[in-house]
């Protein structure tokens, strides 16, 4: 067993001493607001804490099983996730598939099956890591993620979870829907690995393109992961406006301009994965490879 | 007429060639037993698939205590002092030792320089402090976290080139100039012959640290009797291991027994060169109770022996026609902190390769080099995966610059049966030109190469190995006891152990063969230094070729004596009778019309079951016929060699640089195929490591050390990069060898990275210089602002992106 002089001190435990199994989401938020406890659903994240040797706090509250917690629920203008949806569900969600590819891609580009059997949605969010996949097309599709504490409720963008607080569980995540009579949205979920499978994205990249009922382009958008400060929503201001006076849907031109402005909005660090400037490369390669597969998406009318 | 045939006779065998070493054994190989050859179900198969197999970590021994070990996060300084209070108060804490506590004696497999535990000074990080003893490993991590070490940081040479700096900070006080190691030899005269050539090629290639990777980490389990301790550890060598604890344990041989467990994953990385096992003993010893330590992953790639980066620069000349002249190799070798095999290692990684080649000369110069990093060791292929990858790239551009298809260059140029090479490699069978065109065939060389698709590409490797090799003093050989039991099975006692590659099937289908038993009705011991034969156990690709011939003369042996005990029990002449199917046979006596059947268990037991009874046990021995090499690695180092030629298709994506290894064909000469999914087995599994070597194992590097040691980082190849594999075995007989076969555990790794660099270059113009052959550095190939800079190529420090620690 390695002990590195380097390694964190540890001032706290590193088990806790109690794991708390609330049967509805009041009965957890309570648990969680009288302190000292932490939000423990699909168990991978506290499994790595736990390798990492990070301290504990001295109660885990367990929400993976709460009632109504992994529903998918349908209304005209959203699709509503519950938190507790496991990655391999949200994957397998054919009508969630047709609406948002690019989640779905997300989701089932996490890690192993096997993985993704344990991990859910919320988990995965509220580990606030810039390098998950399905912050990042969330993040694109403009996604709202419904938070509580035990005594009110609020709304958070995904780039606010950074300011989930110890009480607060985020109940549900929420995506817009489009009526038909309003055109058609494409999205595409695009992820680099160096070995292919199994590893954390060397570059990850989700994109929108709305389409208005006469196939101009309404609104384009992109989000970049695996970058300092990810899932970085990149500003296009002006080029949805552009590529919508262009006759025939958008052209190559307007997929490269916000390809190149998703490199230059966005800072990567080198890793194992490639360095600061390779990344910055592939960056722009995959916006624009996520970008042509979504406005093909949305000219198809399909979504996917 | 008669006079005239014997005349005729000996002319004819004078004539012969010689061949290079005598056969020992006289086969008819037409006649090869059913179960050779044949997909025999491993022994051990439905224990590892069902979680019953005890591997390290699961020995479990009344009142055993867990071991943690504190480690230096510095590359280099001076432990000023170390301070053990905090832990020994702890509860549960049963014993604490550091430096103080062992015997201060240096061990090393060639080069003694490690310490069980540090004295004054760490050298890398990962060297082992100071270890604790406690009822649970928590308690002991624990335990290991409240030790507070003291340290004066010291300057540190992180590369090769701040290792052979002027004046550079030295490792070892006694190694000036870094030098661990260092040898050299010019066979056949090299300038003469590169004077003579018409094409010469050169360039610098370098490979990088690979770890192992074995899903089950190093571990040991220490018990003292008295003055002695038993050692369980999965170790691929428990004799030789044996040998080097007790050196470092300050104790005779005589001391220490050592008891393999199930190993999971050797390849060369259980080898026995590190501290786990001497610093259990010490912890066992302190504590008055058993102590098991297992290496966490971290601590496995901190302080395993990965693959000794080398870096090459390779020269190679060539008539205009294509015949190889001469080869000029200068090599030098990052040892990391501590030698362990790295210097055996850098002996093969220099020679081997010239028993491929007809070179009309050879020149060498090799030096081992010590750095701060992590010491490396033996890895699957000993050298000769980097020597293939540095020199096979030579050998790809030559091919180019010669307008020779590389099959073709090869054929042309390649060894065949009956070659010597500069080194005294004397091959007794030899396939490599069968594989050769068998490889090209598999993928269909011609075909792609007559219609090329783009971004595609298609290389060709080639590589010999060793089945065995005489390094550990002058002996190579193996012994074997086989009982024949009285309920009429066969107990195989021999000391060479399995590693997971299927050695003790392979040994048990040996042993069926030859006394006509079942499969079923054969055991094969685990290596006990105490019950066991002596072995040196699973390296060098030598368990088949070279305890594969002791356990069959043992076999033989139990044959003999069990005929002639059924003999004397059935008052028939012994050559009247022979065993198979479980029962001795004989034709029907004289006037008798029934042939007689008696099972061997009642010879057995009726041999033994009389006045002054025998038991019924076979010995046999096989010393590998080869030569110790000299201090200039001239000698014959192998009875037999092994062959294979690879080919590979792979398709790169410009946009990323990304490789797609599409098909990879393996053809090999391991002589006899013993049981075809195990050798099958063997060559994909070396494919896939070779693989990871090649494209997708690699580290960031800081301060000395992996950023993150792990499997997050550390990339081993899964299933989704294994190209289509075409698998083929060459029709081939090696006469000194167990029904003709030869070693096949490493060959299959070794020309893999440089056929996929090779196919790179083929596909879009890029050839790397140093491993991993990452997406990045081909995207920097192809987008280079000025591609094809002079020399560009040939600097390994134009690349942003490196697998080795800078």
Redesign the interface.
């Known amino acids: 067993m390695t002990t590195l002089d380097r390694a964190l001190e540890h001032t706290g435990p590193l088990e806790p001493s109690m794991l708390l199994t609330p049967h509805s989401l009041d009965e957890a938020l309570r648990l969680l607001a009288a302190g000292d406890a932490a939000v423990v659903a699909g168990g991978v994240g506290h499994t790595l804490r736990r390798h990492d040797r990070r301290p504990c706090p001295a109660t885990l509250v367990s929400v993976g099983r709460l009632p109504g917690f992994d529903t998918v629920t349908w209304t005209d203008t959203e699709v509503v996730i519950g938190a507790g949806v496991r990655l391999s569900a949200l994957e397998a969600d054919v009508r969630l598939a047709a609406a948002w590819p690019m989640v779905t891609e997300a989701a089932g580009s996490v890690a192993t099956a096997r993985i993704r059997r344990m991990v859910t949605l919320g988990g995965n969010i509220a580990a606030d890591d810039d390098s998950h996949d399905p912050p990042v097309a969330l993040a694109a599709a403009g996604a709202r993620l419904t938070v509580r504490d035990a005594l009110s409720g609020r709304t958070l963008a995904i780039g606010d979870i950074g300011g989930l607080r110890r009480d607060e569980l985020i109940q549900d995540v929420r995506l817009p829907l489009t009526a038909p009579d309003q055109g058609t949205v494409g999205s595409s979920f695009q992820k680099f690995l160096v070995r292919g499978l199994w590893e954390y994205a060397c570059v990850n990249v989700g994109a929108v393109v709305r389409l208005d009922a006469r196939g101009a382009v309404r609104d384009l958008s992109l989000a970049v992961g695996s970058v300092t400060g990810g899932p970085v929503p990149v500003d296009l201001a002006g080029l949805a406006e552009e590529a919508g006076e262009a006759a025939g849907g958008i052209d190559d031109r307007v997929i490269d301009e916000a390809a190149r402005r998703a490199a230059e909005q966005t800072s990567p660090y080198g890793d194992v994965r490639g360095s600061a400037a390779y990344k910055t490369r592939m960056i722009a390669e995959f916006a624009r490879r996520a970008l042509t597969t979504a406005a093909l998406r949305a000219a198809e009318g399909t979504g996917r | 007429m008669s006079t005239a045939h014997a005349s005729a006779g000996r002319a004819a065998a004078a004539d012969a060639p010689q061949a290079p070493v005598a056969p020992e054994l006289s086969l008819d190989r037409a006649v090869l037993p059913p179960v050779i050859g044949t997909a025999v179900q491993r022994v051990d198969a439905v224990e590892k698939v069902t979680g019953r197999s005890a591997f390290a970590g699961d020995v479990r021994i009344p009142r055993m205590l867990h ?5 230096s ?1 510095h590359a280099h300084a001076r432990i000023v002092s170390v301070d053990t209070t905090l832990a020994e108060r702890l509860p549960g804490v049963h014993a604490v030792v550091t430096g103080a506590d062992t015997a201060r004696i240096k061990w090393g497999a060639f080069r003694p320089d490690l310490y069980p535990l540090a004295l004054d000074r760490v050298r890398y ?2 060297d082992e402090v100071a270890a604790v003893a406690a009822t649970d ?2 308690t ?3 335990a ?2 409240l ?1 507070r ?1 003291e ?1 004066e940081v010291l300057p540190a040479v992180l590369t090769l080139d701040e290792a052979l700096a002027e004046g550079a900070p030295l490792v070892h006080d006694d190694a000036v100039g870094n030098l661990a190691h260092e040898f050299g030899y010019d066979r056949g005269g090299a300038d003469a012959w590169f004077e003579r050539s018409d094409v010469i090629v050169e360039g610098v290639w370098q490979t990088t640290r690979q770890w192992h990777g074995s899903i089950e980490t190093i571990g040991c389990t220490a018990e003292w009797s008295q003055d002695r301790v038993t050692l369980w550890v999965n170790t691929q060598t428990p004799f030789l291991a044996r040998q080097r604890y007790a050196t470092a344990l300050g104790l005779p041989l005589r001391a220490v027994r050592v008891v393999q467990t199930e190993v999971g994953g050797g390849f060369g990385g259980k080898s026995g060169d590190d501290n786990t096992s001497v610093i259990c003993a010490i912890l066992a010893r302190k504590s008055g109770r058993p102590v098991q330590l297992v290496n ?1 992953r ?2 496995e790639f ?1 302080a395993g022996r990965p693959r000794i980066p080398m870096r090459y620069r390779v020269r190679l000349g060539f008539t205009s026609d294509g015949l190889v002249t001469a080869k000029d190799i200068d090599l030098i070798a990052d040892n990391g902190a501590y030698t362990g095999k790295a210097q055996a290692v850098l002996g093969a990684a220099t020679v081997r390769h010239d028993a491929l080649f007809n070179y009309r000369a050879v020149r060498a110069h090799s030096r081992l080099i010590y750095t701060n990093l992590v010491p490396t060791g033996a890895f699957r292929g000993f050298g000769n995966p980097s020597a293939d990858w540095a020199v096979g790239q030579a050998w790809d551009l030559a091919a180019a610059r010669l307008g020779i298809e590389p099959p073709d260059l090869f054929l042309l140029n390649a060894v065949e049966a009956g070659s010597v090479s500069a080194h005294n490699h004397r091959i007794s069978s030899c396939e490599l030109k069968q594989c050769i065109r068998r490889a090209a065939e598999a993928i269909g060389w011609y075909e792609k190469r007559a219609a090329p698709t783009p971004n595609r590409g298609l290389a060709m490797g080639v590589s010999v190995h060793v089945s065995g090799r005489r390094s550990f003093g002058d002996y190579d050989g193996s012994s074997a006891m086989v009982r024949l039991t009285e309920d009429g099975r066969a107990a195989v006692i021999v000391g060479e152990g399995e590693i997971g590659t299927g050695a003790r099937t392979t040994l048990a289908q040996i042993t069926a063969a030859e006394l006509g038993l079942a499969v079923a009705d054969v055991t094969v011991s685990r290596p006990d230094t105490d019950l066991t034969t002596h072995a040196l156990g699973a390296l060098a690709s030598r368990v088949t070729y070279v305890a594969g011939n002791a356990v069959r003369r043992a076999a033989k042996h139990a044959c003999e004596q069990l005929l002639g005990a059924a003999s004397r029990q059935l008052g028939r002449p012994a050559a009247e009778l022979w065993v198979e199917d479980g029962m001795v046979h004989a034709p029907p006596a004289a006037g008798e019309d029934t042939p007689v059947h008696v099972p061997v268990g009642v010879v057995v037991r009726a041999e033994l079951y009389r006045p002054n009874g025998q038991p019924i046990v076979g010995i046999g021995s096989f010393d590998n016929p080869s030569e110790f090499p000299d201090q200039a690695r001239f000698g014959n180092e192998s009875g037999a060699y092994n062959f294979v030629a690879e080919a590979a298709e792979v398709e790169v994506d410009p ?2 640089g ?1 490789v797609t290894v599409l098909e990879l064909a393996a053809a090999v000469d391991c002589g006899t195929v013993l049981n075809p999914p195990l050798a099958q087995g063997q060559v994909e599994g070396a494919i896939a490591q070779g693989l990871g070597m090649a494209i ?1 194992e ?3 590097w800081a301060d000395g050390a992996p ?2 040691p792990n499997f ?2 550390y ?1 081993l ?2 299933a ?2 294994m190209p289509t594999l075409h698998v083929e075995f060459a029709d081939s007989y090696e006469p000194t060898g167990p029904y003709g076969a030869k070693g096949v555990g490493e060959i299959a790794l070794d020309p893999v990275p440089s056929i996929v660099a090779s196919a790179v270059a083929d596909a879009v113009g890029v050839r790397i210089h140093e491993l991993p052959i ?3 550095k081909i ?2 190939g192809i ?1 280079r602002p000025e591609p094809g800079a002079p020399g560009a190529a040939d600097d390994p420090a134009e690349f ?2 490196q697998g080795n620690p800078r």
């Open positions: 071991g943690a070990v504190v480690r996060p990080v990962g490993p928590e002991a991590r624990r290991a976290e030790i070490v340290y966490t971290e601590e901190l946009a990323t990304a997708t690699r580290f960031d950023t993150r997050v980082d990339k190849p899964t989704g990069v990452t997406a990045e995207y920097w987008h942003p992106e």
